[in-house]
């Protein structure tokens, strides 16, 4: 049978990884790891181009079937925000303590293979292109700035600040690339010794640039106002929300959860408080892994657990699924994140934690939750299924498809499964796991609150600045209230919510529009919800791919 939409798609992908070498490496897609993408105003100009182009084409091919009327949905649903996004004005000169190319191109380097020696002159390669890559990186920001389109002055000042922090210049991290090249064969750290000096020396003078020159250029308020929040919202969900509704609902959201969080603090201390029971657990050394290195023992063997358990179960899980790793990552930002297999899982799924600097207690009870997140049934039964179902999926489906709603919203959902399943029945991981959700439901309020530029309700349930109008300050003094993060890794989330409009709401929000689906589902098979079958939506759901999350529940819809 001819395939239209999945032949253009597919082309796309090739499009795209011999454009964005980086985008290659991250997908698994092989032969492009030694180079570095053009990230001057012409590579800019040759990606938009590749894209405008198509998201016609495909929009205008006559899908096969079914399954191909989904693929052409997602793609046109996610190409043509990704066109309405650049078109605005928006994509060139984002800028954040998470997400830029100056990140994408320090990253990328984690994914790299050391096993022979070709894969060390492959690194050497693409660190000799560093240079390059940051000029031309240097030259679009310039060019944005000119035309008035700049981030927030903080963005600026912290990414600075990690520039120096991976360059050796300030924290204990040391210099990223010399600690990259100081395990390679002997034969060959000295040649690699020299272009990681030189990428480490390119991305020093960059964290100047940003300093010095962007820095005095960034804008005062860290709010994007509603005309862009409201693009960027739809962007990271792949559906659109009413935003004052989804703003009330938070704060509802929150109170409903942290009254769950008292009543388990009384399971752990009688009679006590939230804080008495974080006291507890944290004192507890039976609930403390201790080092780096025992608390990616740890995580390696839960996620391999849940794997086993699961298998045949709530999910069928394919023999190349069955692998992850899970590593702690060689800088100190800070979070938790997910990396797919590659395409032939020569690479596994992996996930990473990165703890900042500070760092002293390695929280079994804070992070049981972060690893069904991130790991099992979360994203990596999520992504890891999407890569090895070729034969429901095109490569653009499987390879490059990413929605933040879907996605992150899964992981939550994930999270409310094991919920559900009985795997919070301790009440120190369930505390762990309240907290982490009364966590993302405060980021649905701070984050459309600050953007918008809205007031805090009068008649909120804590009492807390009435009527105030929300800043950066007052987003820090209400996550610091509703949660229970040391102030560092606190620090870099608030500075990520401020630069990453309509992120973070997407989990929580995510999370109920996958709820809301299942529910429907669930509606439809009849009223005592006899007909359906979990394992089989898993399964459903999962094999549309990633899909935004309107498509998602209209395709559901079709079941």
Partial sequence: MTRPVDARSDQYVEDVAALDPITATMAGIPGHDDRLPDLSPAGFDAMEEVQRRALAEVAALTPSDERERVAQEAFAERLGLTVEKAEAG???????????????????????????????????????????????????????????????????????????AWTGQEGAGGDFFAHLVGTAPDGLR????????????AFADFGRF??????????????????????ESRYFLGAAVDLEETYRWGWEELKRIEDEMAATARRIVPGGTVDDAVK???????????????????????????????DGVHFDIAEPIRTIACKVSPVNDGGAWYHPPSEDFSRPGTMWFSFPDDHTVFSKWRETTTVFHEGVPGHHLQCAQVVHRADLLN????????????????ALYSERLMDELGYFDDPGDRL?????????AARVIVDIGVHLGLTIPTDNAYGWRPGEVWDAARVHEFMRGHSRMEDGQLGFEVNRYLGWPGQA????VGERIWLEARDELKARKGADGSGFD??????NALNLGAIGLDPLKAALGRL
């Avoid at 560093?130 to 903080?154: C, F, H, I, K």
């Avoid at 762990?432 to 993302?440: E, V």
Wanted: hydrophobic share 40%.
């Fill in 395 to 410: 490569r653009w489906q499987r390879l490059l498809c990413w929605i933040s709603g879907h996605g992150e919203g899964w």
């Fill in 432 to 440: 762990g796991f309240l907290d982490m959700q009364g966590f993302r």
């Fill in 190 to 201: 000295e040649a690699l010794t020299g272009v990681a000096t030189a990428a480490s020396a």
């Fill in 505 to 508: 709401p997407s989990y929580k």
């Fill in 90 to 164: 928006f994509e060139r000169s984002a800028f954040s303590v998470i997400s830029s190319a100056a990140h994408s191109v320090r990253e990328v380097f984690d994914l790299m293979p050391t096993d022979t020696d070709d894969d060390w002159r492959t690194i050497g390669d693409r660190l000799a292109a560093v240079p390059a890559a940051l000029a031309g990186y240097r030259e679009t920001l310039t060019a944005e700035a000119d035309a008035g389109r700049v981030s927030a002055r903080r963005q600026y000042v912290e990414v600075a600040g990690q520039i120096r």
């Fill in 210 to 231: 940003v300093a010095d020159d962007l820095t005095p250029r960034g804008r005062e308020v860290d709010g994007v106002g509603r005309d862009r929040y409201a693009l």
């Fill in 534 to 539: 979990l394992k089989d939506f898993h399964t």
């Fill in 280 to 310: 507890v657990l944290d004192t507890d050394p039976a609930r403390d892994c201790g080092s780096r290195e025992a608390f990616q023992a740890w995580m390696q063997d839960r996620a391999d657990d849940i794997l086993a358990r699961f």
